[in-house]
C-alpha cells in the first residue's frame, strides 16, 4: 500500500518539521519537491544547546496496517544514518516507534528499496527507550523520516516513494 508518491508536486505540502529547536536546539529541516521528481530531505543538525535532531512528519487519516509487515522505503543511499518514527493514535505527544533506516552506506547515491520490519520498531521518548503498549497497526497515524544522532552538519535524503509492504 502506496503512502506517499513524491512524483506528484505537491505530496509534500502536507510534511511539518520537528526538530530540537523545540528544546533549544539549533537543527533545522524540510521536506520539499526536487525539480527531478522526487522528496527531497533536507536540513542540519547541530549538537549546540544539547540538540542534535531534525524530523520531519506527514499525519494522515488512521490507517489499518496490520495485512502488512513493515515500511519500504525507496531511496537515493545516503551518506548518513537516518531513522523511521511510526505513531498510532495513543501515542499522543508521549512517544513514538522509531527503527533504523539501515545500511544506509552501501551503495551511496544509488536509488534503492529499504524494508524496515514493523518488528524493528521501538517505542522511544526523548531518544530513550520506554515500555509502551504495542504499535496499534489498526491505527496508525503518522510516519516521520529523523536525522540525528552523532553525526553533526548538513544532510539530504532523496525519496521517492514510502509504502507499506507484504512479505
Request: no cysteine.
Amino acid at each position: 500500500m502506496r503512502l506517499v508518491d513524491f512524483t506528484a508536486l505537491d505530496n509534500t505540502r502536507d510534511w511539518y518539521s520537528v526538530t530540537d529547536a523545540v528544546m533549544g536546539g539549533l537543527s533545522r529541516a524540510q521536506l520539499q519537491t526536487s525539480p527531478k521528481g522526487h522528496g527531497l530531505f533536507t536540513g542540519y543538525v547541530s549538537h549546540a544547546n544539547g540538540g542534535g535532531f531534525a524530523s520531519v512528519y506527514l499525519d494522515f487519516e488512521p490507517r489499518d496496517v496490520s495485512a502488512f509487515q513493515g515500511v519500504e522505503l525507496e531511496i537515493a543511499a545516503p551518506e548518513r544514518a537516518f531513522k523511521v518514527n511510526l505513531k498510532d493514535t495513543h501515542s499522543g505527544d508521549r512517544h513514538v516507534y522509531q527503527a533504523p533506516l539501515g545500511d544506509t552506506y552501501a551503495g551511496q547515491g544509488l536509488w534503492r528499496r529499504y524494508r524496515i520490519p514493523f518488528s524493528q520498531f521501538v517505542a522511544l521518548r526523548r531518544g530513550l527507550t520506554v515500555t509502551a503498549p504495542r504499535l496499534d497497526f489498526h491505527q496508525l497515524k503518522s510516519l516521520g523520516l529523523v536525522a540525528g544522532g552523532a553525526d553533526e552538519g548538513a544532510f539530504q535524503l532523496p525519496v521517492r516513494s514510502i509504502s507499506f509492504y507484504k512479505a
